[in-house]
C-alpha cells in the first residue's frame, strides 16, 4: 500500500507546473483524496481535497483560482495542476490518502516545488 508524489521542480513564478500521485495496493476509487504542502519552517498546511467520484472539490483560500486538483479513478493516479506559481507556493508537496477505520492514514514522501523570481 503507497502512495507516490512526482513532478516537482524548480520553476519560475507565474510558470505552471503538473504534480501527480501514483497509488497502490488500495482501491483508489473509493478514498477522498488529498494534496498537503509544507513550506521550509512552517506547519503542513492543506491544499485540496477531491471526492472519490471528484464531484467535491475544496482548495485552501491561497490556491483558488490557481491550482486545479483532479483524478483518473481508471490509472489510480491524483494530480494537482499549479498555475501562475508564487514564491510563496515554495513547498514539499503531499498527497494524502485520509484515515481508515483503524485510524491510520496514508503519506507520500513529497515532492518539492521550488519556485523562484
Known amino acids: 500500500v503507497q502512495i507516490v508524489e512526482s513532478g516537482g521542480g524548480l520553476v519560475q513564478a507565474g510558470s505552471s507546473l503538473r504534480l501527480s500521485c501514483a497509488a497502490s495496493?488500495?482501491?483508489?476509487a473509493l478514498w477522498t483524496m488529498h494534496w498537503y504542502r509544507q513550506a521550509p519552517g512552517k506547519e503542513r498546511e492543506?491544499?485540496?481535497?477531491?471526492?472519490?467520484?471528484?464531484?467535491?472539490?475544496n482548495y485552501t483560500d491561497s490556491v483558488k483560482g490557481r491550482f486545479t486538483i483532479s483524478r483518473d479513478n481508471a490509472k489510480e493516479t491524483l494530480y494537482l495542476q499549479m498555475s501562475r506559481l508564487k514564491d510563496e507556493d515554495t513547498a514539499v508537496y503531499y498527497c494524502n490518502r485520509p484515515k481508515d477505520t483503524f485510524g491510520s492514514d496514508l503519506w507520500g514522501k513529497g515532492t518539492l516545488v521550488t519556485v523562484t523570481s
Open positions: 495496493g488500495f482501491t483508489f
Open positions: 492543506f491544499v485540496a481535497s477531491i471526492s472519490r467520484t471528484g464531484e467535491n472539490i
